[in-house]
């Protein structure tokens, strides 16, 4: 592809050596010129076109142009769509500069050791995005790495054009000393009826379809030889009835809540590497608000980059005062009985759920009855005179 503006010229007519000449005598600069039958041909600089075209049309010469494809001519055509020029240059500048920095640092082989206190060793090694890659000494930074972090028994980095890679070997970890199990007994946690009982360690106090009480003896520690002699362990196993439990939920009619006002408010930060510059005057005209987050990365070549638009949205937000109907209110206190079922009876077999509702002038109250189906046992230390 030719650098310079470049135009192709046929030039056909009775005064044509006459043309010729003049083009001559005016010092044109005319590269690849000859006569083909009656035509002439030759290729010109784009910037000398209309002196040739008003020594055509003072010979009376047809004058025929075609502009050659040519890098000048390309940017001439675009010339007036500044924005694009400047996005690439911007891309190019990047592109060159992106090609000298640490833009990634990825981690690999580490556990128990995070990642965030081994990017904050590295930040102490001047290791951190935007620092110019020819001036880390990887090897002598591996080296130093493992005395800034605990647990950490060697490091070994390498570079992938802008990408550092940081391969991590924990110190292997000092078996403990396993101590001897405390002595104890397995007792009841409820009044239950015993639907299944197996003793791992210790005696089986009890069978399957035996009503036992609260804190009564279940699975025993405890063993006394023929001799009459005592000796203690530390008595597993698993013992599992069906009991009865009730637990109550209130609340208020008249509750001090937060609402959605419908008024939202959008801040932009540019995020450049670790540095965030806003796009935005003040720090919010809302008194009070829930925010979300959202981050565009910019992606050149399919590369991305760490320069990125973070968008946070704030939505208002005030205190106010709301009164519940008894319907409103018995389905809030339906949800807490469906997360209390859902956090501390998920591996309990319900069998039964009565509810009965109460209230007064400012609550309503909603007792649960259960009748369940699950583990029953409580481990219950045996002290030693």
């Known amino acids: 592809m030719k650098l310079r503006r470049t135009v192709r010229i ?34 010109v600089f784009r910037r000398e076109l209309p002196e040739i075209q008003a020594i055509a049309e003072k010979c009376g010469v047809e004058l025929k142009t075609a502009a050659y494809d040519s890098l000048g ?15 690439l240059v911007l891309a190019a500048f990047a592109a060159i500069y992106f090609s000298d920095v640490i833009v990634t640092i990825e981690i690999y082989g580490n556990t128990s050791v995070s990642d965030e206190v081994i990017l904050a060793a590295l930040a102490e090694l001047d290791i951190k995005p935007g620092t110019p890659v020819h001036s880390v000494d990887l090897e002598k930074c591996g080296s130093r790495l493992p005395f800034l972090i605990d647990g950490v028994a060697w490091a070994g980095m390498h570079r992938t054009g802008s990408r550092i ?39 089986a106090m ?12 279940l699975i025993s520690g405890v063993r006394q030889s023929e001799s009459g002699r005592t000796s203690v362990s ?19 009619f008249l509750s001090s809540e937060y609402t959605y006002t419908g008024r939202t408010d ?12 806003p796009l935005f005057i003040g720090s919010g005209r809302f008194e009070s608000s829930t925010s979300e987050y ?20 704030l939505s208002e937000t005030v205190r106010s005062e709301v009164v519940f109907t008894p319907e409103e209110l018995k389905e809030k206190l339906m949800d807490k009985i469906y997360l209390y079922e859902k956090n501390f009876l998920s591996d309990t077999r319900i069998i039964d759920r009565s509810i009965e509702a109460s ?17 029953i046992c409580r481990q219950q230390e045996v002290f030693i005179k």
């Open 359 to 375: 209230q007064s002038d400012d609550t309503m109250t909603l007792s649960v009855s259960y009748r369940l189906e699950g583990d």
């Open 294 to 313: 959202s981050e565009s990365p910019l992606v050149l070549f399919g590369k991305e980059f760490p320069i990125s638009l973070r968008q946070r949205t």
């Open 10 to 43: 046929n030039a056909r007519g009775k005064e044509l050596p006459k043309f010729i000449n003049l083009i001559h005598e005016n010092r044109i600069e005319c590269r690849e010129q000859y006569c083909r039958g009656e035509v002439f041909h030759g290729d």
């Open 234 to 252: 530390h008595a597993m196993g698993e013992v599992r009835g069906i009991y009865n439990e009730t637990v109550s939920f209130s609340a208020a």
């Open 206 to 217: 009890f069978r399957v379809g035996d009503f036992v009480p609260k804190g009564a003896l």
């Open 266 to 277: 959008t801040q932009r930060t540019l995020r450049l590497f670790n540095l965030d510059i």
């Open 73 to 87: 001519e390309r940017l001439f055509r675009y010339r007036k769509r500044v924005g694009l020029l400047v996005g």
């Open 165 to 203: 890679y940081v391969q991590i070997r924990e110190n292997a970890p000092i078996p403990q000393k396993v101590r001897g199990r405390v002595p104890c007994n397995v007792v009841a946690a409820h009044d239950a009826e015993i639907t299944y009982i197996l003793a791992q360690s210790g005696f």
